[in-house]
């Protein structure tokens, strides 16, 4: 998404607004898939505040992830926020950290708005808080089957605890 920025930095105190549609990539973070079958909805301004520009914008949608008990599709809402100081790249001072650095008139909104998602997202969804999972012996879904795995089976790393707790009771 390339915005022009030309009226902003010429007027002090200029505002320019934002309403587009931003095509997100399929991303992979922390093990997840994140696909977006139709275009997030980014809405906003940028201000001219005299020492540099101001983004505040929210972008809003759906994404498709897998729950994280049972792998099953589900489709959950994306709504973040992105708040960033522009600076133009002549411009900035070097002690300037928490700033974006742009190149002439205009500014590509992409990659912030991916790294903010990044930052916005959750590390699990799931299809429900009562979501059973898989069975870890079969790999069946619980929500949808029952299985007649043996559910008293141990792993053997955990044998000796198990004979130590029996003993206990």
Excluded at 29 to 45: D, H, I, Q, R, V
Excluded at 63 to 90: G, Q, W, Y
Excluded at 124 to 135: D, F, Q, W
Excluded at 147 to 160: A, G, L, N, Q, S
Aim: charged fraction near 30%.
């Amino acid at each position: 998404m390339l915005i022009d920025l030309t009226e902003v930095i010429k007027n002090e105190n200029g505002k320019i607004n934002i309403c587009e549609d931003f095509n997100m990539p399929q991303i992979s973070f922390m093990g997840e898939e994140f696909e977006f079958s139709a275009p997030l909805k980014a809405s906003g301004t940028i201000t001219n505040n005299s020492k540099a520009l101001e983004l505040d914008m929210t972008v809003s949608g759906k994404a498709n992830v897998h729950c994280a008990r049972c792998a099953s599709l589900i489709e959950i809402s994306v709504n973040f926020p992105v708040k960033e100081t522009l600076m133009r790249e002549d411009e900035a001072n070097s002690k300037d950290e928490e700033v974006i650095l742009y190149q002439g008139k205009e500014i590509e909104l992409d990659d912030i708005i991916v790294s903010n998602f990044l930052m916005n997202t959750s590390a699990k969804y799931l299809c429900s808080e009562e979501c059973k999972g898989l069975c870890p012996h079969c790999g069946i879904n619980l929500n949808e089957h029952t299985c007649d795995c043996d559910k008293d089976i141990i792993d053997p790393r955990w044998e000796k605890l198990a004979e130590i707790m029996k003993n206990m009771d």
